[in-house]
């Protein structure tokens, strides 16, 4: 008796992401659909027939109906695969919520299960899941203990469906659903799949995270990847196989630079290791000391690569000016421009100043004014 099947979790359908231009929030709300498609093609090459999602298929409990039905859809396409979804705290089941409503207008496709009942499931012959839907946004009940006394057939494969936390996630480090680290020891289980943490994470050699199939955030935590699990008997380990999901990249650096020149050798390092620029979302943060003239390139540098990008977060707090004696050369001629760059460039070099940052910003662009004007080409 074997089974194969496919972990996920956290595909928050629905999320704004509004801290986001429209069009980027778009695309990223699109990638999450896509993730569906991506799931349903990781389960046929691995000849799956399910695909457990455990929690948060929706990011909120209230969303437009033609955004609820969208993922259904997409999962009624791929008919060679049994859903499983599970209710998480985006989207718990309770009276007149989501599922509730799913359930009365019979919108479920036939090979979509809602998994809204704490009780053992035959999923296939001797293969039992036990599903934890939660009901609150929080508790401070573990919701899988029920699966210790779930009675299941002598010798059945149990595997375990919950969303909550082995581990704090806020920062005072309590967990708002609390699951206990040793629940397959516990419950017999020969997996416990689990939701919630947004990455790929072992907890043990029966308990995993699979993390969000399309990553939602600047953390190098494994999010962008399915778990592919097989599992060849009750007391046998299961064989878990990370797989990639993403459409796109989310990347966080810090970046140590003297000229614009590192920021092209930047792109190309970017092209190699992650694919097309237009998949990447780039949070960087640029240290190290440059001169006025090197600022404004590495600005105009980084206007070029945002451009590439799918999206593009920079942070200049950390580049120090060192203005040299050139920089100034033009502005020497203005009179007063000379004097307020000065007063800039004391202001930006004062490390005690709360607003040494925006002088740095004011002098590099009163530099690129004055540039122009000597070049006749707009700042």
Known sequence: MTITFVHTADLQIGRSFSGFPADTAHALREARLTAIDQLAAVAREARAAHVLVAGDVFDAEFLAPATVRQPLARMRAHAGQTWHLLPGNHDPHRAGGLWERLVISGEFPPNVIPALRAAPAEIEAGVWLLPAPLTAKATSLDPT???DSAATPTGAIRIGLAHGSIRGFGGDGEAAVPIAPDRPRRAGLAYLALGDWHGTLRVSDRAWYSGTPEPDRFADNGAGQALVVTIAGASSLPQVKPVETATYTWQSMELWLESAAALE????ELRAASGPLDRILLKLTLTGTVS????????????????ALRHGRHDLSKLLLRPEASDFANLSRYGVLSDIAETLRAEAADSGNPEAN???DALTR????TSALETGVPA
Not at 292 to 307: P, V
Not at 366 to 369: K, P, W
């Open 145 to 147: 203990s029920f699966m």
């Open 265 to 268: 050798r930047l792109e190309t």
């Open 292 to 307: 006025l003239t090197e600022r404004a390139a590495i600005e105009a540098g980084l206007e070029k690569l945002g451009a």
């Open 358 to 360: 925006v002088a740095a």
């Open 366 to 369: 009163l530099f690129a004014y």
